[in-house]
């Protein structure tokens, strides 16, 4: 991981670890932007080790709740299907949707990883969200 940002454009948040919940959602606020702008990385560097397969996986996701905490704005998604691995203390890159990482001041930034199938086991970890300003 590199944070290239001054630590006031960065949030970031421990998600903890879910051995016996595969199939339950993983829901954690990130943080709040102190600045308008827009994002430009999420990263997130799990505790343990995840091989992807297709038939039970998570996807992880970083909504932007707006002010209000209700939003729905996707900002960025990562499926960890089949090659899509997470290894142990190594930050891995969630791409950026496209056209929605615009943020304005006090927008909640939310971590969400879901099952899909049975699900799989969420490793927890460092979740990093990093912005740049703007208007």
């Given at each position: 991981m590199s944070v290239t940002h001054p630590p006031d454009l960065?949030?970031?948040?421990?998600?903890?670890?879910?051995?016996?919940?595969?199939?339950?959602?993983?829901?954690?606020?990130?943080?709040?932007?102190?600045?308008?702008?827009?994002?430009?990385?999420?990263?997130f560097i799990p505790n343990w080790t995840l091989a992807g397969?297709?038939?039970?996986?998570?996807?992880?996701?970083?909504?932007?709740?707006?002010?209000?905490?209700?939003?729905?704005?996707?900002?960025?998604?990562?499926?960890?299907?089949?090659?899509?691995?997470?290894?142990?203390?190594?930050?891995?890159?969630?791409?950026?949707?496209?056209?929605?990482?615009?943020?304005?001041?006090?927008?909640?930034?939310?971590?969400?990883?879901?099952?899909?199938?049975?699900?799989?086991?969420?490793?927890?970890?460092?979740?990093?969200?990093?912005?740049?300003?703007?208007?």
């Open positions: 960065v949030c970031m948040a421990d998600v903890p670890s879910m051995f016996d919940g595969d199939g339950a959602d993983s829901v954690v606020m990130v943080g709040r932007c102190r600045y308008p702008g827009i994002v430009n990385s999420v990263e397969t297709d038939t039970n996986y998570r996807t992880i996701n970083v909504y932007n709740r707006g002010t209000a905490g209700a939003g729905t704005t996707l900002i960025a998604t990562l499926a960890l299907t089949a090659g899509v691995d997470l290894t142990k203390f190594v930050a891995k890159t969630i791409p950026i949707t496209a056209g929605n990482g615009t943020v304005a001041v006090g927008d909640v930034l939310e971590y969400v990883s879901s099952p899909s199938g049975a699900g799989a086991p969420e490793v927890g970890g460092l979740v990093v969200v990093q912005q740049s300003m703007g208007s």
